[in-house]
Structure formats: C-alpha cells, structure tokens
C-alpha cells in the first residue's frame, strides 16, 4: 500500500500543499545556494562543500504518518528545504553563522546548537542547525554547519546505526567512543594549528619589515614576505640600465629552493648574498647584456646572477653553477653547458674566485 493512501485527510491536505509549492522550492533553493556561495566567497571563508535538498514526497509522507497531528500547513514543516554547509575548521562554523544571521531571519526558537548539549557520555558529533527564513519566500528552510570531520562522524554514524537505538555490545560502544574522541581531537589540533600558523605569519611579517632578517628562517611565508620588500629591485635596475630595458615582473617563488640549496638558513643570509655579490652580479650581467642588445629583462636576472657570482667566488666553480640552474629548473643535460659557458666568461672578472 502507498504511503499516500496512510495519511488522513488532513496530512493529505498538506501533502498537495507540498506537491503544489514544490517549484517554488526549487527557485528558493537555487537563490539560496547562490546567496551563500556568493556571500561566504566574499567573506574569505572557504568550505569543504555545499550541499542543498528538497525533502522528497515519500520522506515527506513517512514524517506526516509519524507526527503530521502537530502541523497545521506546510508552513510548519521547517525542514522541507535543507542546506547543509560544511566547514574546515571548527572556529569556520560560528563565521559561517554569523554570515547566516546577517542574511536570513533565524528562528532562535526552533535553531539549535547541539554543541552546548553536548551531553560528557554521549557519542559522536554535533553540528550547529539554524532555522531561517528570507523575503519573498513563504516557508521556513533549515541551514546545518558543521565540520568535514564532523560530517563524515554522521556519515559513519549513520551506516553503522550507532544511534539508532539498536542493542550495540559493548566492546563496539567503547570502540566508537574512542573513535569519536580521537575525531574531536583532530578537529581541535587543526583549528589550533591554523591559529598558530596565522600568528607565526604576523610576527615574520613584523620581523622582516623592522628588518631583523637574521632572526627569520628562511621558508616560504617568511620568502613571500621578504619578496613584497622588492629585495632585487635595486641589481635589477642597475642590470637594465645596461640597455636601457624595461623590466619584466616574474614570480620569484622558485628562488626559495636556490636559495635554500645554496645554504641560506635565514632571510639574513639572502641579505648578505645581495650585498656581497652585487658587484659580481652586475659584471655577469654586463658581459651578458653587451652580447645582446636586449631591451626586456626579467625581475629574475637579479638574483639569478647574485647566486651565480656567490657560487663563484665560493669556489664552487662549473658544478656549483650547474646545481644551480638544476634547483632552478631541474636537472637538464642543458645546464652543463650552460654552467660551463657562464664559467668560462667570467674567469677574467675581478671577482672570480676558480678552485
């Protein structure tokens, strides 16, 4: 028998409600993901994933036939629509419902946050569930955040019926238990370390522009950092004053590893890099541009050049240049004679330091 034909006429009144006003469900829904997606994006808070349902007739019909008694319309049924948010980190949750609350109206009423109910012996996880609703459309729809952790807790949660008031022994009950916790842990440990990450970031930034570049370690947000100060600004212009060229911004992300490669342990050591091999730096590049007559340089000639003389008059000589250039672009049968070329040109230089 038809779960439709269960239902008393009152339940089927509101049923053909629901079949009635179901396009009017599905435009809310898609202006309502928009809406989110849209406003979220603009806020800087990224999410795991999105997701949206319209209760279907049949699950519609199961929740009337259970308890349709209490609800006098549609209007009532505040879960007919559903969004379902889910965050990364756990402090990302109540962001996302601060966003909510400036959207739409929250029914305090029936919103609930499960995670102050959270009872000490009880298992799994909580999500925060709010109950809006917004101009221009008649019903009440239900927005749920939670973790990507969180999420997959009451994915498991629900395959393996743990709450599902089935008799589970007990040796099983201790096993999730213990799953549950490990879980909220994790999703503790990572909130907490992206807060300690953004506070290493801010004192980096403070560091480097009060310029105690001996005290920074040299790894990739302290190098963004140190790049936004425009360190080769000044070899760069000298070396396109050669030719009167223009220069050509690139992405000097890849120098990290050279740099790093080539021994660097601190932006203090870049610095000193710059201001010991400047010299060397501008006698390449001068041998180099006067073969050409180039009129666009790239912002990488500089520091290109800086490793090159500090690798020469360090002694390292054509195997130093080749590792090098085989940071820079990988190892490359090229980049032997490349490093082999660039040793050759400048043995005469005053700098040059050959072993």
Known sequence: MSKTNLLDAHCQAILQEYKDKLPVFQDAETNILALLKHTLKEAGIHLASVESRIKTEDSLCGKLERKGSKYKSLADITDILGVRLITYYIDDVDKVATAIERLFDVDWENSIDKRKIHDIDSFGYVSLHYVCSTEGFPFRFEIQMRTVLQHAWANLDHDTGYKSGVEIPKRYLRSMSRLAGMLELIDEEFSKIRSELTDY???????????????????????????????FRQIN???????????????????????KGIGCKTLGDIHNIINDSFEGAYQIACYQMGLTDLDIVS?????????????????????????????????????????????????????????
Do not use: H
């Open 201 to 231: 970031r801010r004192k980096v930034q403070k560091l480097v522009a009060s310029g105690n570049l001996d005290e920074v370690p040299l790894d990739l947000d302290s190098f963004r950092s140190f790049l936004e100060l425009d360190p």
């Open 299 to 355: 912002s990488s000639v500089g520091p290109q050049n800086l490793c090159i003389a500090y690798i020469l008059k360090r002694g390292w000589g054509k195997g130093g240049v080749r590792y090098f250039f085989d940071l820079l672009n990988g190892k490359e049968k090229s980049n032997e004679i490349v490093a082999e070329m660039i040793v050759e040109q400048a043995k005469e230089m005053p700098f040059m330091n050959l072993q």
């Open 237 to 259: 212009k000298k070396i396109a004053a050669v030719n009167q060229a223009e220069i050509q911004e690139v992405s000097l992300l890849p120098y990290l590893a050279v740099f």
